[in-house]
């Protein structure tokens, strides 16, 4: 059947792109997912609509039923998190020299190479490491990566995981792992911290993010580092760069690799976000060798003495290597990269630290006013931006917290919540939010 909005959808230009690669169905691009997670119905779509103007004002009717997360008093965290956006972030990268640019090196734009330079640079100042990578897609893709550059630096192929990050990460670095490398994970230790770890010499990698799934600061850093070192394996560390003005960067206790994702430096959550992912590493060739992903440095240009802003070490990349390349990269998420570089330029060390102090008090604050109607998991621990609480029902609280207006965390099971309190948060929303619990329960 031709549908009117799907291309090539015309039976017999199917049916030859189909032959051209050897498919019999477009079925067999499904293969991999599972069943259970497969429609197997036709879309709850309209029939066609006679005009344009039809189309908008039905898309419109759909983009109604939002209510976003200024709307409501929003406690949604788990991945993508309600930060302050400073108003500079949005003015610069909507610039049309930076939205609408690509490549680069087509274009006139040799600003946007110094721009990525300048956010790469701040990345690694508050990193404490030498090299950091042109944003990938999330940080989702940018904690596989990291596990696979340690895979192919050590020549082994089995990694160890902290469980203690979201189901739906460690499922992504499952797919993104298949078929050469195998996952195992480390459960939890009961005060919410990575529990005991046992390796041995046929390990890659020990991969520990903090803050963890539940907010929890992890503290063992350099025991795990040293313990992968003793190993011949790396420690690779998972980290958001909102907490580095307060938290020890990973470097700082052994950390071989770091990564994570950089929504929370100047974008907003936006139904889902823009989310963009880092790698940064120490300037140690054997291991820089191993981004598959673009590097921008400092590069001499056709004038003698000049100097630009570019790609370095490019014939490590699919751009040069294609079919040979260490792992495919196409269009990187290189504007929230920009939009990263101008919240910390504004920001500078002393914000950060500022920032870092207040949603480490907002936190416990919310965690202590929570606490006098529900249990919070793991009180005792350094808790920094989230926290996760035990109630009867998550579904049945969250239903009558959105009656008040509020958004009141994010599931993790059918009776823990997790919330999360940034400093875009006031006592006065965390006092409303522990009201409101304290009134439904």
């Not at 032959?19 to 691009?29: E, L, R």
């Not at 919410?192 to 020990?206: F, H, I, M, T």
């Not at 929230?336 to 914000?351: D, K, N, R, S």
């Not at 009776?415 to 965390?430: F, G, K, N, S, Y």
């Amino acid at each position: 059947m031709t549908h009117p909005y799907i291309p090539n959808a015309v039976p017999g230009v199917r049916a030859e792109m189909l032959a051209a690669i050897g498919a019999s169905s477009v079925a067999d691009f499904y293969a991999d997912i599972p069943a259970d997670l497969r429609l197997d119905r036709p879309l709850d779509l309209p029939e066609p609509l006679p005009a344009e103007r039809d189309l908008v004002r039905h898309m419109r009717s759909l983009f109604d039923k939002n209510r976003d997360t200024e709307e409501a008093l929003s406690f949604l965290g788990h991945g993508c998190y309600p930060h302050h956006v400073p108003a500079v972030c949005d003015e610069v990268n909507s610039r049309s020299e930076f939205l609408t640019a690509y490549a680069g090196e087509p274009y006139e734009d040799h600003g946007r190479f110094q721009a990525l330079f300048e956010y790469v640079s701040m990345m690694g100042e508050l990193l404490e490491m030498d090299v950091v990578n042109v944003p990938t897609y999330d940080g989702f893709q940018a904690a596989g990566t990291a596990l696979r550059m340690a895979c192919r630096y050590t020549k082994r192929s089995k990694v160890l995981v902290s469980a203690a990050i979201s189901a739906d990460k460690l499922s992504k670095l499952r797919d993104f792992l298949a078929p050469d490398i195998t996952l195992e994970t480390v459960a939890v230790a009961e005060n919410g911290e990575l529990g005991e770890v046992r390796l041995d010499d046929s390990y890659a990698a020990v991969y520990l993010e903090t803050p963890n799934v539940y907010g929890v600061v992890e503290t063992r850093g350099r025991e795990l580092a040293d313990l992968a070192h003793a190993h011949g394996a790396l420690l690779v560390v998972g980290a958001d760069p909102i907490s580095l003005g307060v938290l020890a960067p990973p470097a700082s206790y052994g950390a071989d690799i770091a990564c994570g994702d950089i929504q929370s430096l100047g974008m907003h959550q936006s139904y889902g976000g823009g989310h963009a992912g880092y790698i940064a590493t120490q300037d140690h060739e054997p291991l820089v060798a191993e981004f598959p992903s673009r590097l921008f440095g400092i590069a001499p240009t056709a004038v003698p003495g000049e100097y630009g802003f570019g790609d370095v070490y490019y014939d490590r990349t699919s751009f040069a290597l294609r079919e040979e390349g260490k792992e495919w990269v196409g269009t990187a998420a290189a504007l929230w990269g920009i939009t990263a570089g101008v919240y910390l330029a504004l920001m500078g060390p002393q914000g950060m630290r500022d920032l870092g102090e207040t949603i480490l008090a907002r936190t416990r604050y919310a965690m202590d006013a929570l606490s006098r109607s529900v249990t919070v998991l793991h009180p005792d621990a350094v808790h920094f931006r989230e926290f996760a609480v035990r109630v009867p029902s998550t579904d049945a609280l969250l239903a009558a917290l959105r009656e008040r207006g509020i958004y009141g965390g994010v599931p993790l099971d059918d009776r823990t919540l997790l919330v999360c309190v940034t400093e875009r948060h006031t006592l006065a929303d965390i006092d409303r939010l522990a009201a409101a619990v304290e009134e439904v329960l």
